[in-house]
């Protein structure tokens, strides 16, 4: 295993635009973590999953944002009608347990 | 408000200094993690602690619990050593979720 991959790696969509972000963690990791980045900040936490099971969302995670993990395994982050505001990196971790989180290359969206 | 402030914001040092990043934070905490950032987005984590004191290679981190206080240290530093260094830390109230709250990061440049 090659650690936390994230595809694609970059977005440039026009605002209104669903888009959608595909993690895959670590394969023995039951925890997959989603964080955004905007420029020349840290990462902010927007939701987290235990196996498949979504157990916390920030209020960062308006309405506009969805995310699963069907089986446990990848996961995907969609974003209805973009806005402006949204353009960000956007990174998804792993861990086992509340052991070290491992992060993925991030996809940096663009909306325009 | 549970915070993470880093300084400082930005650093420049010359081939061989000693470096250090601090970081506090307001509440108690489970653990705090030490992640470097280079250009393009990607995450590693270098240091996960709740106590006392790690060393890997030339990096050093130290925690005091009492003081709420952590310090990244760098020996020898090397102009491949410039990125972004992030304190972030999984609140101690926060019962399993273990999402991190990030600082906004330092920006380290070492100079040949």
């Known amino acids: 295993d090659t650690g936390v991959s994230q595809n694609p790696r970059h977005k440039i969509t026009k605002r209104g635009q669903n888009v959608t972000f595909r993690c895959d963690p670590i394969?023995?990791?039951?925890?997959l973590y989603w964080y955004r980045q905007t420029l020349g900040q840290g990462p902010e936490f927007l939701t987290y999953?235990?196996?498949?099971?979504?157990?916390?969302k920030s209020r960062l995670l308006s309405d506009r944002f969805s995310a699963e993990r069907p089986k446990g395994s990848f996961s995907t982050l969609e974003i209805q009608r973009t806005e402006q505001g949204d353009s960000a990196m956007y990174l998804c971790?792993?861990?086992?347990?509340?052991?070290?989180?491992?992060f993925g290359p991030g996809t940096r969206l663009t909306v325009l | 408000k549970n915070e993470v402030e880093q300084s400082p914001q930005n650093l420049t040092a010359q081939e061989g200094e000693f470096i250090t990043i601090n970081c506090s934070y307001s509440v108690g905490i489970s653990a705090l993690h030490w992640l470097q950032q280079h250009p393009g987005g990607g995450i590693v984590s270098l240091f996960m602690l709740s106590s006392g004191k790690k060393k890997h290679g030339r990096l050093i981190a130290t925690i005091n619990i009492q003081e709420k206080h952590s310090s990244l240290h760098i020996t020898a530093s090397h102009p491949r050593d410039s990125a972004v260094y992030i304190c972030?830390?999984?609140?101690?109230?926060?019962?399993?979720?273990?999402?991190?709250?990030f600082g906004s990061g330092t920006q380290l440049t070492v100079l040949p």
């Open positions: 999953f235990q196996n498949e099971a979504q157990l916390e």
């Open positions: 971790a792993s861990s086992f347990l509340a052991d070290t989180q491992y």
């Open positions: 394969s023995e990791h039951n925890r």
């Open positions: 972030a830390v999984g609140w101690a109230y926060s019962g399993s979720a273990r999402q991190l709250t």
